[in-house]
């Protein structure tokens, strides 16, 4: 079963605004991560959040995590096309040091 | 090498045969896992190895599926007998995982992408 549910499961927006994705799940985490992935093959890492911080920054990318909600968001500034991607977000809830994947974001950006 | 490598990256097969994919992780690695993805769906956790056992086999669909890991580097996924619902991409990810570390980030292959017709 999926620990994390992504939401909204597509989103097409114009190239320049920002996109925002946002991910639940239902167990404490030791940490989330966000993943990309291009035309249905591996995944890449964006970025880690770890469970006692609440906001991170890398480059475009904005991660914000509040475990009371369960919840986790990912904003994208000023897209661009090729940021078009599935994105997915996965928990570490530590003990076998298994990561959990949601179902994934569809991103499409439009030139 | 340099990152983890699966092949074939693409196999067609019959239904009822047999078929091995293998995964070289990124050296070092001790955590590897395979993963199943439908068309356009998420990600389906099948096994995890940490070294050479398997310490979480609960995502294999059936006794069709098997998969070992040999001196803590290469895998290898089985599946027998192959059907047509077998069908999708296998990705193998391998991660510097540590107990407790907390920092389980995981590297990913390009996949497997098997059709059984």
């Known amino acids: 079963s999926q620990q994390g549910e992504e939401d909204p499961q597509a989103l097409s927006i114009q190239e320049g605004e920002n996109a925002t994705m946002n991910c639940s799940y239902k167990t404490s985490i030791n940490n989330l991560q966000w993943y990309r992935q291009n035309s249905g093959r591996g995944l890449v890492h964006l970025i880690l959040i770890r469970s006692n911080e609440r906001e991170k920054h890398s480059g475009r990318l904005r991660v914000t995590l509040d475990t009371s909600k369960k919840s986790s968001s990912l904003l994208i500034t000023a897209s661009r096309a090729a940021d078009t991607a599935s994105y997915f977000c996965?928990?570490?809830?530590?003990?076998?040091?298994?990561?959990?994947f949601g179902t994934g974001t569809k991103l499409q950006v439009i030139p | 090498g340099a990152g983890v490598s699966q092949s074939p990256s693409n196999k067609v097969t019959e239904k009822g045969k047999d078929v091995e994919l293998r995964c070289d992780p990124i050296s070092g690695h001790t955590a590897l896992y395979w993963y199943r993805q439908s068309l356009g769906q998420g990600l389906e956790f099948l096994i995890y190895f940490q070294g050479n056992s398997a310490p979480d086999k609960s995502g294999l669909p059936s006794d069709r599926f098997s998969a070992e890991r040999t001196g803590g580097s290469v895998s290898t996924l089985t599946i027998q007998r192959t059907q047509q619902e077998d069908s999708a991409v296998y990705l193998c990810a391998s991660s510097l995982a540590g107990r407790g570390m907390g920092l389980n980030i995981q590297y990913f292959g390009a996949g497997t992408r098997l059709s059984v017709l």
């Open positions: 996965a928990t570490d809830s530590g003990g076998y040091q298994k990561v959990t």
